[in-house]
């Protein structure tokens, strides 16, 4: 009983954390105003990236580095054409999506052509003493990547709340042309935080190839990006309500696991579609209590 | 040399002349007015200077001294504050987030508010101000936020201030407070360039006046030199204008639209308006004078079905339609002329000929069985476009690309052409040349002679005494009193547009 | 009568120009990619072209390729004329092709026009109820449809791998791969052109398009779906009821999709199988993209997106080129041809002169 509780939590924890990481860069670029469901395409290139690079350096660091520093140039390609370019945010991520899955796929079979061959990953990195606690000890026998994203949620909280740079981001979502007459530069906001969020999308995706597994699959991310904008919407685009978002997602995905595993006589297609569903219903119920920025999906045109 | 000198400047946009070799001076401890009507090109001479825009050629002397200004922190660090037309607030920030929003001053990295804090009090103080530096902005009142915006420039140590139309959403009683206030900045010094298109401000506040016209400088004088409005509006325009309004005396008729009791309530849970009940009759223009958001758009919202009544009713020749659609009130012969006319009344993106058929697609000739008549939809536009003189190189151009004037005049032709027994107009003539707005005004005197009752919502409040019979003031709400406009006073209606001296039922 | 005519030629080639300079743009990049990864961009692009347009069997492919996109493609500009952003005909495409499966293989007493006119009735139902659920979600809870089109994609995916492994699998089939039954032979699209596999599920793609121009630009419903698509708040002012709108549009929406669906189940693939018909909703997006959400730029870029994966298989044999490649093509043309401000020439010449007087 408390191992199956301990390895649940474990699950959920692990489940959780592309989302967690995946979210906490859109606080930046969500809240700066930026509709981007190119997140998906910027999850799939990271985790192709992360495990190439991993493949190439023979490690999992270098791995991570090479995802998070490529999706960032990839995202670039978003920053240009929504910010620069004016053009709609939607259909540039819808198109950044089906570039994610060209790019992936034809990268996926020129590098590993065709075969899964063993890359390090992420290994866990146990803490002294609490690792040895009862039922909760799991949790800290988790990977580096894993307890960098749980001690970045009050940095990021920090930063939105105390600080200058978060103020900006908050102003520029809200209203771009009263941040524009104070001195802040909206496209340079819009930039940062949308490379930002980049660099942790990639992350977020090289930790479900090279922590959740230990390879790329074509359609590994299968809707996590979506998932990772609904957990932003939950969450109240707050860091701390990304953090329970992401674990509500988290216990999802485990429940669903654990229920593959207990036999309940329900065929594994349909608890597949549990996370999904659960999203749904959380787009469903919260959208009429959060609100997101005033100036959400639209592009500022200074002339 | 003056304190500011602005030299042939020069802004195009695209093929569009908006500035043409502009020049201005202004003298230290001046308030400066700049007068011209819309489209005259004030906001991007002003935008120039506070480094909104970038000139297309020209130079800026201030102080003596030749400045370049590439953005907004060029011209805040140069001691320039802007107070645009449209707050530049964040609602959602409090007072003292907004104040030190890009103010690097205090520290650079994390906020310190409290200190921010202690010293907006201090300024506060010195300028006889009570703001909360805690309190969000959304609640505060309109004049606050617009005393906020000028604080926010004082906090940045500004020496020069840009007003955009700063009483086009204030009260009378708020405006002679407001330009007290501007007087108290001159006396410590300060330099106010004052954009507006009212004449009488110019004669009461300001030492100097620029006139710009069609992107030109037209004239510089000392306002001791003026000698009449009809002077300065001539200027403004380019020709000789006629400033009255026509209008007979005229009996009217049974009542057409009747308000009995009417409440509304937010989703907020505020109440927008409280137990308003009048009438408007057939024949007469009844002017509803208040502040920007005392209560008139739902007012209008109310009457119009787009929204619904918390308690109270609506009639309309009698039917009770209160609580009824759009569509259903709009068959009890109501055309309205809305708001903002961009937002509402029309669809830029679609044709003139697709917009003038918005209310009434749905009816016979347009449509059949739910098929369009495009051939005769086109003949029946082209002709109200001939009758309303819009200005349009083909009915087949994109709605967008007409001029304000010309989208306003397809708007007021769609919706009178119906010969409506109710028309609700408000803010017609918002944004209009003076040409247009008299035409507009006109057409809806004629309205009202033909025999529609006409509800008529400004915050001007020269149009409400040139055009209405009655006036009735709305104030958080409430109706503070109906009067007859010939027994009204300006200084009596202003305190009840201030929520002072309600009439007794 | 001639100044109509030059001005008719002219506004065409205005709106001819950008799609065209996307296109060329993206091939130049996809080009430079295919070099950069040791591959003959030359060889490539002969192969893609010979493959989809090199004779009379190529066409034919071609054209099948381009009838489930241009349904998509029409499943996404429907409902984005309406205001709503419909991400959701990869599901709905599923939700069209199951029923029309369950039609074509359970009822065996029709003769084949009335059981394949039968069979796409029904699939439009079938799609036009499952797009219609985002809309009613929108509406009434305010969900973003962004989100909720994209989870029913999934949904309707997962539901689909359990259906062939289950209720509707062909258990007589000796392949390790779920899949249903097979189409009976009256619920087949009949091919029309001899020496080519075309089938009649042209048909079905040119009428939905004229039904796609007619509604919006004749009639009083498609008038008031065009005003909210371009001005929610003006459509409400007008009163037009902008929740039963969306519905409408998201239902005719779906039913395009769903007709997507069974065209291609009962033309090409006859049964279905695990993932068969992923990517059609997608290329639909970028279909109706590329073609403005118009008629005549959805049929024109249908075509072309059937052309590339058409000659997909032939560029891989030729070249070595992955299949995949061309999804880089895609996402390429959807960027140029949203991001047109790049191509445009009188701004180009702005800046040039600019940069000359400083």
């Excluded at chain 2, 209160?322 to 068959?331: F, H, R, Y």
Aim: hydrophobic content about 45%; overall charge neutral.
């Amino acid at each position: 009983m408390i191992e199956t509780l301990s390895s649940f939590l474990s699950s959920t924890v692990r489940m959780a954390t592309p989302l967690l990481i995946a979210g906490l860069g859109l606080v930046f670029s969500a809240n700066a105003g930026i509709v981007n469901i190119g997140i998906e395409g910027f999850m799939l290139f990271g985790a192709l990236m992360g495990c190439a690079g991993s493949y190439w350096t023979g490690s999992a660091l270098f791995g991570a580095l090479i995802a998070i520093l490529s999706t960032m140039l990839f995202s670039a390609i978003f920053a240009y054409f929504t910010i620069n370019q004016y053009a709609d945010q939607t259909v540039v991520g819808a198109a950044i999506n089906i570039l994610a899955s060209g790019i992936t796929i034809t990268l996926n079979r020129l590098v590993f052509e065709g075969k899964v061959p063993a890359i390090s990953g992420f290994e866990s990195l146990h803490i002294p003493f609490l690792e040895k606690l009862p039922i909760i000890g799991i949790l800290f026998q988790q990977s580096l990547v894993c307890y960098l994203a749980f001690v970045l949620v009050p940095v990021v909280a920090y930063v939105m709340r105390k600080t200058h740079l978060g103020l900006q981001v908050l102003a520029v979502g809200e209203n771009p042309r009263a941040s524009d007459t104070v001195g802040i530069s909206v496209k340079w906001t819009r930039w940062w935080t949308i490379l930002l969020s980049g660099a942790l999308s990639g992350l977020a995706g090289a930790f479900m190839s090279m922590g959740q597994v230990r390879f790329f699959s074509e359609g590994m991310i299968s809707g996590k990006g979506y998932m990772a904008l609904a957990v932003i919407v939950l969450g109240g685009y707050t860091a701390f309500g990304v953090l329970w978002a992401s674990l509500i997602f988290g216990v999802g995905m485990a429940l669903q696991f654990r229920l593959q595993v207990l036999n309940t006589g329900i065929p594994y297609q349909i608890l597949t579609m549990l996370p999904y569903v659960i999203t749904l219903v959380a787009v469903c119920g919260v959208n009429s209590k959060t609100r997101g920025p005033a100036s959400s999906g639209e592009p500022y045109i200074k002339e | 040399m003056a304190y500011l000198e602005m030299h042939a400047i020069t802004k195009t946009f695209g093929s569009l002349v908006a500035n043409d070799n502009v020049d201005l001076k202004v003298e230290k401890g001046h308030i400066h007015a700049l007068l011209g009507e819309n489209g005259a090109g004030k906001s991007t001479l002003m935008n120039i200077l506070y480094g909104l825009y970038k000139p297309t050629s020209g130079e800026i002397f201030l102080d003596g001294e030749k400045i370049e200004i590439q953005d907004s922190k060029h011209a805040i660090k140069a001691g320039i504050g802007m107070v645009h037309q449209h707050f530049m607030l964040i609602p959602t920030l409090s007072v003292i987030e907004n104040v030190v929003l890009g103010y690097k001053e205090i520290s650079r990295f994390r906020l310190h508010l409290d200190e921010a804090a202690r010293k907006f009090n201090l300024l506060c103080e010195k300028f006889g101000e009570s703001i909360s530096p805690w309190e969000k902005v959304e609640n505060l009142s309109i004049g606050e936020q617009q005393r906020l915006e000028i604080l926010k420039a004082l906090f940045r140590e500004s020496e020069l201030l840009i007003l955009d139309e700063p009483t086009a959403v204030l009260t009378p009683q708020e405006t002679t407070k407001l330009f007290g206030f501007l007087t108290k900045l001159t006396e410590h010094g300060l330099t106010i360039i004052f954009i507006t298109h009212k004449l009488g401000e110019v004669m009461s506040l300001c030492d100097r006046c620029t006139i710009l016209r069609q992107g030109k400088a037209v004239s510089h004088m000392d306002i001791s030199e003026v000698e009449s409005y009809s002077q300065l509006a001539a200027l403004m325009v380019g020709r000789e204008v006629d400033l009255e309004t026509y209008k007979t005396d005229k009996t009217p008729g049974e009542s057409v639209l009747e308000l009995e009791d009417l409440s509304y309530t937010n989703e907020k849970g505020i109440d927008r308006l409280a137990h308003v009940s009048f009438s408007v009759r057939s024949g007469e223009i009844v002017g509803i004078a208040g502040v920007d958001g005392n209560g008139q758009s739902e007012l209008v919202r109310l009457i119009t079905g787009l929204l619904h009544a918390t308690s109270g009713s609506v009639l309309i020749d009698g039917c009770d339609v209160t609580g009824a659609k759009p569509k259903e009130i709009l068959a009890h012969s109501v055309a309205h002329i809305p708001e903002d006319r961009h937002k509402m009344a029309m669809v830029s993106d679609m044709t003139v000929n697709e917009n003038m058929i918005l209310m009434s697609y749905d009816h016979s000739p347009y449509s059949k069985h739910g098929i369009l008549d495009w051939k005769k939809i086109e003949d029946i536009n082209q002709k109200l476009c001939n009758t309303y003189e819009v200005k349009t190189p083909s009915i087949h151009e994109t709605a967008g690309k007409l001029s304000g004037g010309n989208q306003q005049k397809f708007v007021i032709a769609r919706e009178l052409n119906r010969n409506s027994r109710l028309i609700v107009a408000v803010y017609p003539a918002r944004g209009l040349d003076i040409g247009t707005t008299k035409y507009i005004q006109s057409r809806l005197i004629e309205e009202r002679d033909r025999g529609a009752a006409v509800l008529l919502v400004s915050n001007e409040l020269d149009e409400i005494f040139q055009l209405s019979d009655r006036i009735a003031v709305l104030y958080k709400g409430e109706v503070m009193g109906i009067v007859g406009q010939k027994e009204a006073k300006r200084d009596a209606i202003g305190l009840m547009m201030a929520g002072i001296g309600k009439q007794k039922d | 009568m001639e100044d109509n005519k030059a001005g008719k030629v002219r506004s065409f080639l205005i709106a001819a120009y950008y799609p065209i300079v996307s296109i060329l743009a993206s091939f130049v990049i996809a080009g430079i990619i295919m070099q950069v990864l040791g591959f003959s961009p030359y060889e490539a692009f002969k192969g893609l072209i010979s493959g989809s347009l090199g004779n009379k069997r190529a066409w034919g492919e071609t054209l099948n390729k381009a009838v489930p996109i241009a349904l998509t493609g029409l499943s996404y500009a429907i409902a984005k004329r309406c205001g709503v952003i419909n991400l959701g005909a990869e599901g709905q495409v599923y939700a069209g092709a199951l029923c029309a499966v369950l039609v074509g293989t359970e009822i065996d007493f029709l003769p084949a026009p009335l059981h394949i006119l039968l069979t796409l009735i029904v699939a439009f139902i079938g799609g036009a109820l499952y797009g219609a659920i985002p809309a009613i979600l929108k509406n009434r809870f305010g969900a973003s449809e962004l989100i909720t089109t994209i989870m029913f994609n999934y949904i309707a995916l997962y539901f689909v791998h359990f259906m062939i492994a289950g209720p509707i699998k062909d258990y007589s089939s000796t392949s390790n791969f779920a899949q249903s039954k097979a189409m009976l032979v009256t619920a087949r699209l009949p091919r029309i052109l001899p020496g080519t596999r075309l089938h009649a599920g042209l048909f079905v793609a040119v009428a939905a398009l004229l039904f796609f121009q007619f509604i919006l630009f004749h009639t009083t419903r498609g008038y008031e779906m065009r005003v909210i698509g371009l001005n929610q708040n003006a459509g409400e002012y007008a009163g037009i009821n902008v929740h039963k709108n969306r519905i409408l549009s998201m239902f005719i929406a779906g039913g395009f999709a769903g007709l997507g669906g069974a065209c291609e189940l009962m033309g090409v693939q006859l049964r279905i199988m695990e993932n068969a018909f992923n990517g059609l909703g997608f290329d639909g997006i970028a279909v109706a993209l590329l073609g403005g959400n118009t008629t005549g730029g959805i049929a024109a870029s249908s075509i072309l997106f059937g052309a590339l994966s058409s000659g997909a298989n032939k560029m891989q044999m030729k070249s070595g080129v992955p299949t995949a490649t061309v999804y880089i093509l895609q996402g390429l043309v959807i960027l140029f041809v949203i991001g047109k401000r790049l191509f445009d020439i009188r701004r180009m010449k702005r800046t040039a002169m600019g940069g000359a007087v400083k």
